[in-house]
């Protein structure tokens, strides 16, 4: 079977909603990402045979397929095609997944899979309403606000508010660590913004962290989605601006180009769970693209599990087993910002910049995804 190597991975920073990306447009995000990435490569544009772009929403400033359009204002030549996909949150991951199918079915060699999400100019939940589950549906099946399936997961694994503040803390104090050691500038691409008084600056980092934070801090916020319930904004993910990209090669024509690898994908998956609880298919996710790999959860070095909300994470760690010293070990959503359909491309360019740095062999991703389903990816350092 061929294999598909990530050959280059770039990201932008992620702007909280509302804040330093509030004036960027999303197709500017999404272009940015896509100039950058075959720049860092050294290959021409017109070698690139097709663009998959995960978009949460893609309406409004994100519709009329968003791939296209910042292929476009990235200066791809026209016959450079490129589609918008919708897995909900596992939309970058996915497209990665699709990205490296074109490849490994040996219709394409050369691809990029890329993500973008603009929560500020797009909220989300704006491309649907109460009309857009027939009533067909709600009597088969109780779909609630993820955040109330998170309230679920939370009681189902016996979580408590104490330990989810505690994750939410850790994620912010890694996340901070991180950018002062300056272990994501090699993974980021600047790109303009504003800051708080409408100056016009370069953006550098992640705009999430947070320095003020404390234990008592997360502990005095109100719970969100339940009376005495335990999910807060402290131990959810931010809201967030951001793309990121990764180009994909079929190996042979990697080396014929001169082209040095930095990974290469040898499983992927995606799975079906319950549509109420939701959030716990990166459980089943896991294990399937660990067998599918033929590997155990011990011969992971890294692992980057979305912090969709912080029963995610601690509900996976204790169905799964691996220590959390090798899970988001530079912090996550929590911290870093969700830009939902940007979020998988984002995690895979962190994971594979990690992997490099720690001289790791295996990395592992997974996302939950609304209405049940996860993504997983396994990829093997070069």
């Known amino acids: 079977m061929r294999e598909v190597v990530i050959v280059e991975a770039v990201r932008t920073p992620v702007g909280k909603r509302n804040g330093v990306f509030r004036n960027v447009h999303p197709v500017h995000l999404a272009s940015t990402v896509l100039n950058e990435v075959v720049k860092r490569a050294g290959i021409e544009k017109r070698l690139v045979e097709d663009i998959v772009m995960g978009c949460v929403t893609p309406i409004a400033e994100q519709g009329y397929n968003i791939g296209r359009l910042a292929a476009l204002e990235a200066g791809f030549p026209i016959e450079v095609p490129a589609v918008q996909i919708n897995r909900m949150c596992g939309s970058g991951q996915q497209a990665i997944h699709f990205a490296a199918q074109e490849i490994r079915s040996g219709d394409m060699d050369i691809t990029i899979a890329a ?3 603009s929560m500020t100019k797009v909220p989300i939940l704006s491309d649907g309403n109460e009309k857009t589950i027939p009533p067909s549906l709600h009597e088969k099946y109780e779909f609630v606000h993820q955040g109330v399936s998170a309230e679920l997961i939370a009681e189902k694994y016996g979580l408590t508010r104490e330990q989810l503040d505690a994750y939410a803390y850790e994620s912010h104090q890694r996340a901070i660590r991180a950018q002062e050691q300056g272990i994501f500038d090699r993974e980021i691409v600047p790109v303009e913004g504003l800051d708080k008084d409408g100056n016009v600056i370069i953006v550098t980092s992640d705009e999430g962290p947070r320095r003020d934070t404390s234990p008592e801090a997360l502990a005095s916020l109100r719970p969100v989605f ?8 402290g131990n959810a993910s931010q809201m967030s601006d951001g793309a990121a990209a990764v180009l994909l090669m079929e190996r042979e024509t990697a080396r014929k180009l001169g082209v040095t690898p930095k990974a290469k994908i040898i499983a992927q998956t995606v799975v079906g769970s319950d549509p109420t609880y939701m959030l716990d298919g990166v459980i089943p996710a896991t294990k399937k693209v ?3 790999a ?50 998988g491309a984002k995690l895979m360019t962190s994971l594979v910049y990690e992997l490099e740095r720690r001289n790791g062999k295996y990395g592992l991703l997974t996302i939950c995804i609304g209405h049940g389903m996860a993504t997983a990816t396994i990829i093997e350092r070069l």
């Open 294 to 343: 033929g590997l155990t959860i011990d011969d992971i070095d890294l692992i980057e599990i979305n912090e969709a909300f912080a029963p995610v994470v601690l509900a996976w760690q204790k169905e799964i087993g691996a220590p959390f010293s090798k899970v988001n070990v530079n912090g996550g959503a929590i911290a870093l910002g969700h830009p939902l359909g940007a979020t």
């Open 226 to 233: 339940r009376e005495n319930g335990k999910i807060t904004a």
């Open 290 to 292: 660990l067998q599918k």
């Open 115 to 117: 993500g973008v999400e």
